[in-house]
Nanobody, 120 residues
Framework: QVQVAESGGGLVQAGGSLRLSCTAS?????????MGWYRQAPGKQRELVAS??????TYSDSVKGRFTISRDNAKNTLYLQMDVLKPEDTAVYYC??????????????WGQGTQVSVSS
């Protein structure tokens, strides 16, 4: 089985910072295609925040310049450094891991989410 777990969320004031972590683990060696951070506010659709695939990074326009995604390949751990946080960043943040299967396809795994709340 594959387990994806996030941590690092919390409550901060506008302008503050948080660092999120996500670790993917399994009883076998994982072949990871991509890892990314998504967020979802109540009543709204889940949206991509940032992702990293073979070293290449992608950011949504709303967080570009404020957030930084990185990965520790040896530990299958993903990070999201969030600076200059705004109230509109408030959401549950989810980690997604896309792994390759032995047959050449992919499977998505999601973490349970971690709450980020930014007060004004």
């Amino acid at each position: 089985q594959v387990q994806v777990a996030e941590s690092g969320g919390g409550l901060v004031q506008a302008g503050g910072s948080l660092r999120l972590s996500c670790t993917a683990s399994a009883s076998f060696i994982l072949s990871i295609n991509s890892m990314g951070w998504y967020r979802q506010a109540p009543g709204k659709q889940r949206e991509l925040v940032a992702s990293i695939t073979r070293g290449a990074t992608t950011y949504s326009d709303s967080v570009k310049g404020r957030f930084t995604i990185s990965r520790d390949n040896a530990k299958n751990t993903l990070y999201l450094q969030m600076d200059v946080l705004k109230p509109e960043d408030t959401a549950v943040y989810y980690c997604k891991t896309i792994i390759w299967t032995t047959s050449g396809g992919t499977i998505d795994y999601w973490g349970q989410g971690t709450q980020v709340s930014v007060s004004s």
